[in-house]
């Protein structure tokens, strides 16, 4: 199972870091992957990592401004956020597929979703 923390409440313009631990299983076995959804819409990719951080993938809409990486000693995932915007607001949660299943990141191929952690934007 994964956990996710981190979320909260920020101004345009600011940083958070979310983090998803692993409980239960190795994660050092599989590839980890961050996605969000806002209310009303589907699901979508934000950034996935490797087994062993050799590869990344970023949406379009967060490069540049995000950052994942991986301590497997800790069985934990990170998702640097920077220079965040309003349309960055929703739940964000991880997922995660076996690394030698691990091909795009998109949503329906990865599993074990953590509760989420929520990203809102204060005016």
């Known amino acids: 199972q994964l956990v996710e923390s981190g979320g909260g409440l920020v101004q345009p313009g600011g940083s958070l870091r979310l983090s998803c631990a692993a409980s239960?299983?190795?994660?050092?076995?599989?590839?980890i992957g961050w996605f969000r959804q806002a209310p009303g819409k589907e699901r979508e990719a934000v950034s996935c990592?490797?087994?062993?951080?050799?590869?990344?993938i970023y949406a379009d809409s967060v490069k540049g401004r995000f950052t994942i990486s991986r301590d497997n000693a800790k069985n934990m995932v990170y998702l640097q956020m920077n220079s965040l915007k309003p349309e960055d607001t929703a739940v964000y949660y991880c997922g995660a597929v076996p690394n030698l299943r691990f091909q795009n990141c998109q949503a329906p191929n990865f599993g074990s979703w953590g509760q989420g952690t929520q990203v809102t934007f204060s005016s």
């Open positions: 239960g299983f190795t994660m050092e076995l599989f590839a």
């Open positions: 990592i490797s087994s062993f951080g050799g590869r990344t």
